[in-house]
C-alpha cells in the first residue's frame, strides 16, 4: 500500500469522525427528541412540508393550481396569507399591492400601488393573477395559468377538503394591524366550516395560525386557545428585539417559532440597511433553545435538497417550501411522482 493512498485513507476517516461528530453534537445541541414531543402533542407532522403558497416552484403562487398540485402532491400543509377586500372578503394574497402577481396597472391604471383592502373582490375577480408566472418562469409556463384569479378563504377549505390527500391550512395573518377584527373573521369562518371546534381526528392538526405580528397571534390565542400558532421572525425582529426576547414572545402569543432559512440570510431581500449583521437562524443551537422553551421550530423558506437536510439535522421540525414536490421526494414522503400525471388529474 503506497503512502499517498495511506494519507488518503487517513484524511477521509478522520473527515468521516469529524462529520459523524458534527452530526451527533448538532442532534445533541438542537433537542429533536423535545421537538418530536411538542409536535406530537399538538397533532402535527415532523417533519412537516409546508406548501408555501402552494406548489409554487411550479405554478402562480396562491392560485388554484398551486394549491391543486400541492395537495395532489401530499404536502402536509397549504400555506396561504390572509387578507380582506373593501367589502370584507377574505382573499389569499402576500402583497400588500396586486402590481407584481397581476395586471392590476392594465385593469385599474393608476391603482397599482394602492393596498388590496381599497379594491372590491368583484374588482379583484377582473384581474388575471396567472400570467406574471409565464413571463418570469418561461420554462414553467402553461397555457392554462392565463386568466387565474386570486381566491377567497371558502376557496381554499374547498381545495383541501377534496382530493387524494387531505391537508391542512397554514394561515398567515397577513399586516393584520391593517384589517381590524380580521382574526374573529377567519376563526367564525372556519368555525363554521368545521376546521375548527370539531373533535381532533388523528394525524396532522387541521390548522395552525402564523404571523409575524404577535399582537394578532395574541387575539387568536383568546379566540381558539386550541389552534396551534407560531410566530414569524425576521432579521429586522432579530435585531430590535433580540433572540431571547423573540422566544419569549413567542412563548407568551403561541406555541412555535419561524426563523429563516440560509438562502434569505445571504440573499438580496435581506435588509441591509437596517440590519448590516448577517444571521443564521437554523442553527442548531437557536432551534435546540426553542425546542426548551417548548417551541416547534418551522423554518422558512426551504428550497433546496441540501438545505432541507441541513434544517432538518439542525433539528427543525418542519419547513415551508416552494418546492413541495423536492420536500417529499427528500423526506421520502411520496411515491415517485409524476408531474404530467398530477397536471392532468386537476385540469391543467
Known amino acids: 500500500m503506497g503512502y499517498w493512498f495511506k494519507v488518503l485513507l487517513i484524511t477521509i476517516a478522520a473527515a468521516t469522525l469529524l462529520v459523524t461528530g458534527l452530526l451527533i453534537v448538532s442532534r445533541l445541541i438542537s433537542e ?10 399538538l397533532g402535527i407532522a415532523r417533519p412537516a412540508v409546508i406548501a408555501h403558497r402552494g406548489a409554487s416552484y411550479l405554478a402562480p403562487e396562491e392560485t388554484r393550481p398551486a394549491y391543486l398540485l400541492a395537495r395532489e402532491l401530499g404536502a402536509d400543509y397549504l400555506e396561504f396569507d390572509i387578507q380582506r377586500t373593501k367589502d370584507g372578503v377574505l382573499i389569499a394574497l402576500h402583497d ?34 396567472g400570467s406574471w408566472f409565464n413571463r418570469q418562469d418561461p420554462n ?4 392554462s395559468f392565463r386568466g387565474l384569479r386570486i381566491l377567497r378563504l371558502e376557496d381554499l377549505i374547498d381545495i383541501a377538503e377534496t382530493g387524494s390527500h387531505l391537508p391542512g391550512l397554514y394561515i398567515e395573518t397577513k399586516a393584520a394591524l391593517r384589517f381590524p377584527g380580521i382574526e374573529q373573521q377567519l ?31 395574541a387575539r387568536l390565542k383568546i379566540l381558539a386557545p386550541e389552534i396551534p400558532r407560531l410566530l414569524l421572525i425576521d432579521e429586522v425582529m432579530m435585531s430590535k428585539a433580540g433572540w431571547q426576547s423573540l422566544l419569549k414572545t413567542a412563548a407568551e402569543t403561541g406555541m412555535g ?13 435581506w435588509s441591509v440597511k437596517d440590519v448590516p449583521t448577517r444571521h443564521i437562524m437554523t442553527w442548531p443551537w437557536y432551534t435546540g433553545q426553542a425546542h426548551r422553551a417548548g417551541l416547534f421550530v418551522h423554518s422558512w423558506t426551504i428550497d433546496d435538497g441540501w438545505e432541507m437536510w441541513m434544517v432538518t439535522l439542525s433539528g427543525s421540525d418542519g419547513i415551508f417550501t416552494n418546492r413541495a ?24
Open 325 to 348: 414536490e423536492l420536500a417529499l421526494a427528500t423526506y421520502s414522503k411520496s411515491e415517485p411522482i409524476d408531474l404530467d400525471k398530477l397536471w392532468n388529474k386537476i385540469g391543467y
Open 32 to 41: 429533536p427528541s423535545l421537538g418530536k414531543k411538542l409536535v406530537q402533542a
Open 140 to 143: 414553467r409556463a402553461r397555457e
Open 96 to 129: 400588500d399591492d396586486l402590481s407584481r402577481t397581476t395586471n392590476v396597472a392594465e385593469v385599474f391604471p393608476g391603482r397599482e400601488k394602492n393596498t388590496v383592502d381599497t379594491f372590491t373582490f368583484s374588482e379583484l375577480q377582473q384581474l388575471d393573477a
Open 187 to 217: 376563526v367564525t369562518a372556519l368555525t363554521a366550516r368545521g376546521w375548527i371546534g370539531q373533535v381532533k381526528s388523528a394525524g396532522p392538526a387541521r390548522v395552525i395560525f402564523q404571523s409575524f405580528e404577535p399582537e394578532s397571534l
Open 257 to 269: 417559532i419561524g426563523p429563516w432559512g440560509y438562502h434569505w440570510a445571504f440573499g438580496p431581500h
